[in-house]
């Protein structure tokens, strides 16, 4: 595979020098809690004004970051996502979001004002 085409999402391509497709290529990087350095902050850019707390910073499956998710969006009673390595909760949660991931072992770290 040439150096040009890796990474790329490339579902089909009549080039005969694109024949290794090994996906074993990525790597999983489970790290534990406190080997985590995680980042908290509040963005309301592209959101019609509201609030949101972003926790970004994951590093692990992409099943672990739902289950993260998951567990903040239940202690918190609101919505959000988690995809793209960030965690989305919907509304002003940065002191409660530290307070959670503080005590499942992660560091955390307040971004922004």
């Known amino acids: 595979m040439s150096a040009k085409f890796k990474g790329t999402k490339l579902v089909y391509s009549t080039n005969p020098d694109i024949n290794d497709w090994d996906e074993s290529e990525k790597e999983e990087i489970?790290?534990?809690?406190?080997?985590?350095?995680?980042?908290?902050?509040?963005?309301k850019k592209q959101r019609r004004g509201k609030k949101v707390?972003?926790?970004?910073?994951?590093?692990?499956?992409?099943?672990?970051?739902?289950?993260?998710?998951?567990?903040?969006?239940?202690?918190?009673?609101?919505?959000?996502?988690?995809?793209?390595?960030?965690?989305i909760i919907?509304?002003?949660?940065?002191e409660k979001i530290v307070k959670i991931l503080t005590d499942l072992g992660y560091k955390c770290k307040l971004v922004g004002g």
């Open 30 to 43: 489970n790290l534990k809690p406190e080997e985590q350095q995680l980042y908290i902050s509040l963005d």
């Open 53 to 87: 707390t972003l926790v970004t910073g994951f590093l692990g499956s992409n099943n672990d970051l739902k289950e993260l998710g998951k567990i903040l969006k239940s202690k918190c009673g609101v919505g959000g996502s988690a995809k793209d390595d960030q965690i």
């Open 90 to 94: 919907q509304g002003e949660f940065k």
